[in-house]
T-cell receptor, first 114, second 114 residues
Framework: GENVEQHPSTLSVQEGDSAVIKCTYSDSASNYFPWYKQELGKGPQLIID?????GEKKDQRIAVTLNKTAKHFSLHITETQPEDSAVYFC?????????????FGTGTRLLVSP | DVKVTQSSRYLVKRTGEKVFLECVQDMDHENMFWYRQDPGLGLRLIYFSYDVKMKEKGDIPEGYSVSREKKERFSLILESASTNQTSMYLC?????????????FGPGTRLTVL
């Protein structure tokens, strides 16, 4: 089955710096890669996603890149702010499973210091 | 906005008790999911349902069962709670069909089994 590895497990940056979180997946048939942000006391929320037919996607300060050959994808946050502090999860979905089944990474705790 | 609600934020039960965790979504979504979240392990899928009375096992179904009698409601049942089921439980829903659509999460239920 699909396996998703996520690194680092914790990441501390200064406000204004960039943050990068990386994930690798095992199944080359995976075709959808969402990123979720989980703030303290809340459930995860989708912040950005990418399909396998696209190499990069941006939304203001966040971007995701996908390298299908290497089977890895990354989340980039620029000009970090204290409100970016949260746990971030990557996920991958197998193509043609017929259902919306995602496999999640183990999470990255991002701390942005003022 | 999609809203996924979970019946309790915190729950304390004793070993051997039967436990019901309830989840309700208000957007007429076809798919509903139950995950458990543990430190260092990320989100792991317990069960999901793609229609009323339909269910599929996820990656860690042992010790759990589910019920979906109405489209908006998905219940997770611990037949005989054990201490290793102490965890954060997250419910999610998504629109369904063949579309690669977003999973919307509830706030979670932190269950402690003593």
């Amino acid at each position: 089955g699909e396996n998703v590895e996520q690194h680092p497990s914790t990441l501390s940056v200064q406000e204004g710096d960039s943050a990068v979180i990386k994930c690798t997946y095992s199944d080359s048939a995976s075709n959808y890669f969402p990123w979720y942000k989980q703030e303290l006391g809340k459930g995860p929320q989708l912040i950005i996603d990418i399909r396998s037919n696209v190499g990069e996607k941006k939304d203001q300060r966040i971007a995701v890149t996908l390298n299908k050959t290497a089977k890895h994808f990354s989340l980039h946050i620029t000009e970090t702010q204290p409100e970016d502090s949260a746990v971030y999860f990557c996920a991958a979905r197998l193509r043609d499973t017929g259902f919306q089944k995602l496999v999640f990474g183990t999470g990255t705790r991002l701390l942005v210091s003022p | 906005d999609v809203k996924v609600t979970q019946s309790s934020r915190y729950l304390v039960k004793r070993t051997g008790e039967k436990v019901f965790l309830e989840c309700v979504q208000d957007m007429d979504h076809e798919n509903m999911f139950w995950y458990r979240q543990d430190p260092g392990l990320g989100l792991r899928l317990i069960y999901f349902s793609y229609d009323v009375k339909m269910k599929e096992k996820g990656d860690i179904p042992e010790g759990y069962s589910v019920s979906r009698e109405k489209k908006e409601r998905f219940s997770l049942i611990l037949e005989s709670a054990s201490t290793n089921q102490t965890s954060m439980y997250l419910c999610a829903s998504s629109l369904g069909g063949a579309v690669l659509d977003t999973q919307y999460f509830g706030p979670g239920t932190r269950l402690t089994v003593l």
